[in-house]
């Protein structure tokens, strides 16, 4: 378990530019490949698949493995070609406002998707490349300070849950008929107790099958399941208080601002770091 834990964690993380760059790859390839795709005029379902296998998996498991130390040049070079690409691609005829908005939300549900689902990709890949030599140990996640790939999957998935939200939807902002508020705050908190269910079911299931974990992660009983059903509980219950952005954003920056006060001003960053675990459940689990 010791030597497990001590390979898949890095002690100093990898740099942000590295990151960044790695990152910026996949809206370059769901590009690449949307526009692929469109060109050659495949409708088979199983041809596409296989398309976006070759397009966009293949070479973000390259880029996080074999070739992970040319991921900037890498980006250069996509970047390139899908700047041709737009340049010498056909153009669209004109058509009426109407019709460009609903291409527009179109095209912004189809990148909502690829976005998510790139998301999920990249976090299964990690998990699973993690465990062998090939993955750079840099991109793994960082032990108590420092950037990596896999310390960016939480915030991704609090990002895509955001983008696709109902609450961030303006026809499920407006006030409706009760019925239709009671409906939806009971998916809400139905969504909420899955992502809590999982959480268990996760912890269970590592404690039966003794898989080696890093508890300085999220804790002995915590987990990332855990953590999101808490994000979601608190973001529901602030949505049904305002439906303001503008006091929503108020409200994320001062949570924020407090969180990084009491770590700044008080023990808390030393309780995280340095605490003992058998002295409550809430040490136990103090970082998640």
Request: hydrophobic share 50%; aromatic share 10%.
């Amino acid at each position: 378990h010791d030597v497990h834990s001590s390979f898949i964690k890095n002690s100093a993380g990898d740099s942000a530019l590295n990151v960044m760059a790695l990152l910026a790859h996949i809206p370059l390839l769901m590009m690449l490949a949307s526009s692929v795709i469109a060109s050659s005029s495949i409708t088979k379902k199983a041809s596409v698949m296989l398309l976006e296998f070759g397009l966009v998996m293949m070479p973000l498991l390259l880029l996080m493995t074999y070739f992970a130390d040319v991921a900037i040049q890498s980006l250069l070079v996509l970047s390139l070609s899908v700047a041709l690409l737009v340049v010498m691609g056909p153009r669209s005829d004109h058509r009426d406002h109407a019709d460009n908005t609903h291409v527009s939300q179109e095209h912004t549900h189809c990148f909502l998707d690829w976005f998510k689902g790139a998301v999920s990709l990249m976090t299964c890949l990690a998990i699973l490349a993690v465990d062998f030599q090939v993955f750079p140990r840099r991109s793994a996640k960082s032990d108590t300070f420092g950037l990596s790939l896999m310390d960016m999957g939480g915030s991704f998935c609090v990002i895509s849950s955001a983008l696709t939200s109902k609450w961030s939807r303006e026809s499920q902002l407006s006030d409706g008929s009760m019925e239709n508020r009671r409906k939806r705050r009971t998916r809400f908190a139905l969504k909420n107790w899955f992502c809590l269910l999982l959480g268990v079911t996760r912890f269970i299931s590592v404690k039966i099958l003794d898989y080696p974990e890093i508890v300085d992660e999220y804790g002995v009983h915590w987990n990332f399941f855990i953590t999101l059903a808490g994000v979601w509980a608190l973001s529901d219950m602030i949505h049904i208080v305002t439906h303001s952005a503008a006091v929503l954003s108020i409200i994320a920056c001062c949570i924020l601002v407090c969180h990084q006060w009491l770590l700044s001003t008080t023990d808390l960053s030393n309780f995280i770091f340095f605490a003992e675990r058998d002295t409550s459940l809430f040490a136990a689990n103090r970082e998640g």
